[in-house]
């Protein structure tokens, strides 16, 4: 097994004949082999704001609604330059 040195990530497609185009030129990278793996979206995964709703209708997070949880207000708050 080969050594991996340095590693890019960068987007692209794949088309319906199966071929793989990336966004950008690769200009900076050396001639020769490469090895690539694909990382791809998941059609079956639900979006942020599915999750959220879930999240909201969830039993399990009913104790945030306890008014004892509710232990900030904007007074505790700090502005991030400070």
């Known amino acids: ?31 020769g082999k490469v090895r690539v793996i694909l990382m791809f979206e998941n059609e079956d995964e639900i979006t942020e704001k599915e999750w959220l709703a879930s999240a909201l209708r969830n039993p399990v997070f009913e104790f945030l609604k306890d008014e004892r949880e509710d232990i900030y207000t904007l007074l505790d708050a700090k502005p991030l330059d400070a």
């Open 1 to 31: 097994m080969h050594t991996i040195s340095k590693a890019i990530e960068i987007n692209g497609i794949v088309n319906e004949q199966h071929q793989l185009f990336f966004e950008e030129p690769l200009t900076h990278i050396p001639s």
